[in-house]
């Protein structure tokens, strides 16, 4: 068993930058790989990006490539999404998710945090 939670979400202006962070606790949560997803009004949940457990492999959306990058603090048991550049179409409520193993968080992760929210201004 796995619990997540977000934060640092926030209201920016166009080209800012936030950082979000998940705490995670339980267990199981040694060993599995995680990821963000976002979900915007009426739109479906997207993926973002996601890590493995040993941050050897990352994996991102087209959307933010470039833009965001992902990362994980094991010794904290914390999962970090910088986001650079910022622009409205980013507005949405992230979170952030794990599963035993990187294919498993972008197809069929098993454990989902509350969200945090992102409002990109023009």
């Known amino acids: 068993q796995v619990q997540l939670v977000e934060s640092g979400g926030g209201l920016v202006q166009a080209g800012g930058s936030l950082r979000l962070s998940c705490a995670a606790s339980?267990?199981?949560?040694?060993?599995?790989?995680m990821g963000w997803f976002s979900q915007a009004p009426g739109k479906e949940r997207e993926f973002v990006a996601a890590?493995?457990?040993?941050?050897?492999?990352?994996q991102y959306a087209d959307s933010v490539k470039g833009r965001f990058t992902i990362s994980r603090d094991n010794a904290k048991n914390t999962l970090y999404l910088q986001m650079n550049s910022l622009k409205p179409e980013d507005t949405a409520v992230y979170y952030c998710?794990?599963?035993?193993?990187?294919?498993?968080?972008?197809?069929?992760?098993?454990?989902w945090g509350q969200g945090t929210q992102v409002t990109v201004s023009s």
């Open positions: 890590i493995s457990w040993g941050s050897s492999t990352t």
């Open positions: 998710a794990a599963a035993p193993n990187l294919a498993l968080v972008v197809h069929q992760a098993l454990y």
């Open positions: 339980g267990r199981t949560s040694s060993g599995y790989a």
